[in-house]
């Protein structure tokens, strides 16, 4: 069959035969700065189950890894956990090639392979709790709808206690090691965070709805394998307590000023507000929008408690960027923030009363009324930022 150093074993017969995206930088405007992986799961025994495909540029890569185990004709279910693209994308041709192979997903995962792949497959359709018994293997399913796709579930390798948890507790993160004990905590966290705030963040209260259905279900999965990113042997405990921590909403003593300036006015506001914030002790990031990554911004908003944002007016409105910032970050709909709002303007005000808006509308909690300051700041405006910042921190605080 060939060389198979590069399909890892989770266990015995269980093996990994995704690729690594070591290139990709835009993840449908999430920026990669790590790449990323496609992961594919191969269980081999009296039957013979693919969990997952790959996106539809690695198929040649993805069939090679397969053939190294095992002929393709000879696999028995395919189960496709979610249709998005990136993990679906290799299906038609693995189902051509794999022609004795039936798929397995939830009734929207059937709807959505019709949708994106027409109806020349043969489908079968499963529920929370069916099972699919390979020989010394058993797969439980467990439906996972808006996680983050309405079609997501979860497969479940009974005897193993291995979780394959599709977009649930991935990653970007491009690497030649396929397991958290391999690679670098810090980095993996950091990935691990930036993917569960520009992803997850929204379907907040849903995750930890399924967690603890998962645990009455009496599964505790030693190993969870993600469809991006390395897989969790060492410690599934702690992202599972990571994404509990996130999904509640829990914060830290942390502020994030994030703003955008034209000629520097709104920047002085900023760096003031910023000082009254440290003045109280507060953990504080400043980030100036065209100078930072917005995926990277989201994810510094993720276990902060205040964010304060600060714009220019343009044309009686927010700037652009704002705009843009606030776009986003109001459909990821983060929990238990604070948020506050500044800026500076000429000869007619807009920016504070638009983006205050926006974040009513948003269901977000507002502090205080804004602060605006016409063209230059000087010493005294200076004073009432370090001010506005300084009152913020106080409210965090208590």
Same mark, same amino acid.
């Given at each position: ?70 002929? #393709? ?11 998005? @693209? ?22 929207? =995962? ?13 489908? $079968? ?20 709808? @808006? #996680? ?41 966290? &950091? ?21 603890? &259905? ?14 991006? =990113? ?19 909403? $829990?914060?830290?003593? $942390? ?6 300036? @034209? ?36 994810? &510094? ?20 960027? #704002? ?12 929990? =238990? ?17 638009? @983006? ?15 602060? &605006? ?26």
């Amino acid at each position: 069959m060939g060389d198979k150093t590069s399909c890892f074993e989770l266990a015995e017969g269980i093996n990994w035969v995704g690729v690594v995206d070591w290139n990709i930088r835009d993840f449908h405007g999430y920026i990669t700065r790590r790449g990323s992986t496609y992961n594919s799961y191969l269980i081999s025994d009296k039957k013979i189950a693919l969990v997952d495909t790959v996106k539809h540029t690695f198929s040649k890569e993805f069939l090679k890894k397969i053939s190294q185990i095992t002929d #393709l004709e000879k696999i028995d279910y395919i189960i496709i956990n979610h249709v998005e @693209m990136d993990h679906s994308g290799s299906l038609p041709i693995l189902a051509k090639l794999a022609k004795n192979a039936t798929i397995i997903t939830s009734q929207r =995962g059937k709807d959505a392979i019709i949708e994106h792949y027409g109806t020349d497959f043969g489908v $079968k359709t499963v529920k929370t709790g069916d099972e699919i018994n390979l020989g010394n293997h058993t797969l439980r399913f467990i439906e996972a709808p @808006m #996680l983050h796709w309405p079609d997501s579930m979860f497969t479940y390798i009974v005897e193993e206690k291995i979780l394959l948890s599709n977009d649930a507790f991935g990653q970007h993160l491009a690497s030649v090691s396929r397991f958290d004990d391999q690679v670098d905590e810090h980095v993996l966290m &950091e990935e691990a965070t930036t993917y569960y705030a520009n992803i997850l963040m929204p379907f907040g209260s849903l995750i930890s709805r399924k967690i603890q &259905e998962v645990v009455k279900m009496g599964i505790s999965p030693k190993i969870i394998a993600p469809s991006h =990113g390395v897989i969790w042997r060492l410690k599934p405990s702690k992202i599972i307590q990571a994404y509990l921590d996130w999904s509640s909403g $829990k914060s830290e003593q $942390k502020a994030v000023v994030v703003f955008d300036t @034209m000629w520097g006015s709104t920047d002085k506001m900023a760096r003031a507000i910023t000082e009254g914030l440290a003045s109280q002790g507060v953990d504080v990031k400043l980030l100036k929008l065209r100078a930072a990554v917005k995926s990277e911004v989201v994810t &510094e908003i993720l276990e902060a408690k205040a964010v304060i944002v600060g714009s220019p007016t343009l044309n009686n409105q927010m700037f652009p960027s #704002l705009s843009s910032f606030l776009t986003y970050i109001t459909g990821l709909k983060p929990k =238990g923030k604070l948020w506050s709002f500044f800026g500076s303007y000429g000869w007619s005000r807009g920016a504070v009363k638009s @983006m205050t808006e926006m974040a009513k509308n948003a269901g977000f909690e507002i502090f205080n009324s804004g602060l &605006e300051i016409k063209f230059v700041p000087d010493q005294e405006d200076l004073k009432k930022s370090f001010e506005f910042g300084k009152q913020i921190a106080i409210k965090i605080k208590s």
